[in-house]
């Protein structure tokens, strides 16, 4: 047990965007077999507590997995688009324009009605990204149409 610890502690900290290339490249491969295998909760993913460098390479990760290890993140994942300058923010958004319609169209409108709560323009902008890539497959131009009026209200 504590091999393996080592092991996934070693992983997650190849995913750092200061390594090499290829140190980080093995990494993504090595983190995505370790979920693969339950080695590795998706959760642990979401934003690693160990800093901001890890981010970007662990969404890379987390945009490879089959969907079965996504469900149920979403809320999660919706969280982690707060800001659209955070690193890995475009993949984030990518992963979820992907999930099924029906399991993240009421965690979307829900993210959008926290927004307004705590007037985050930065969190609506992600939304905004997010929902014109799910707008292709919905009719989401009437929340899209508020959050744009929202977003230019802010300059």
Sequence with gaps: MIEENKNVAES???LDWNNELSIQQNG???VLDMVKNNQLDVKNLIQPSLG???WEN???VLLQLPQEFISGNEGLLLDAIQDINWPGTELIIELLSRQPISTIIQLYKNAYENTKLVEDDLWVRGL???GEKLNTQNNLDDILAKMRLYLDSMG
Excluded: D, E, T, V
Aim: some cysteine; charged content about 15%; overall charge positive.
């Design 128 to 130: 905004y990204l997010l």
């Design 12 to 14: 997650i900290c190849s």
């Design 52 to 54: 901001k460098q890890y």
């Design 58 to 60: 662990s969404a890379r």
């Design 28 to 30: 993504i491969q090595s």
